[in-house]
């Protein structure tokens, strides 16, 4: 997919909604004719669906071989979707995915896997006994996502993987840095 092309998608669903997503908005955003996107898109759906499933941060499993070191990767994950450049599609996706035709099914995928993978990690950790046998891991995933979201939106500027650090610090009850 062209990066103009998937940048203008990302911004107007992230700006406008789906209610305000056309096909010739994007076209005009990216200098494009509208003509051109439909040789290659069928449906203003199609579009979205290309420019989210390449312009999107996803959240994936990793292993560090540690579970601080897995969980700081998942925050900076979640802290770079949305706090990026593309964090008015991610929260405008988050909101109206369930709504959107075409979209709503590859956004439960999606959400899913990252879930998955998410608690994969904990799990990993439990077992290498770093965490206790009986960490609640919905409530310590909650809690990083929660954390690592609502930091994201709130604050203008800041280093994710240094966040990230100290989320996971004091998440697991051993901070390494001051507050600051």
């Known amino acids: 997919m062209d990066r103009r092309i998937a940048r203008a998608a990302l911004d107007t669903f992230g700006e406008l909604g789906w209610a305000g997503f056309a096909m010739e908005v994007v076209a005009r955003r990216a200098g494009v004719g509208k003509a051109s996107l439909y040789l290659r898109w069928s449906s203003k759906e199609a579009l979205l669906t ?5 312009g999107l941060v996803r959240m994936n499993d990793v292993d560090t071989g540690t579970v601080r070191g897995d969980l700081v990767e998942l925050a900076t ?4 979707l949305y706090a990026g450049p593309s964090r008015g599609a991610a929260m405008r996706l988050a909101l109206e995915a369930g709504s959107i035709p075409g979209i709503a099914e590859n956004y439960a995928a999606m959400r ?5 993978a998410a608690r994969a990690i904990v799990r990993r950790g439990i077992t290498r006994g770093e965490l206790p046998a009986g960490t609640p891991v919905t409530l310590l995933l909650d809690t ?4 690592a979201m609502m930091h994201a939106l709130s604050s203008p500027a ?3 993987a240094t966040y990230a650090g100290q989320l996971v610090d004091f998440l697991l009850g051993s901070p390494s840095h001051p507050f600051e």
């Open 144 to 147: 990083l996502i929660g954390g």
């Open 50 to 54: 290309d420019a989210l499933t390449t």
């Open 112 to 116: 899913t896997s990252q879930i998955q």
């Open 77 to 80: 994950q979640m802290l770079d």
């Open 158 to 160: 800041f280093d994710t």
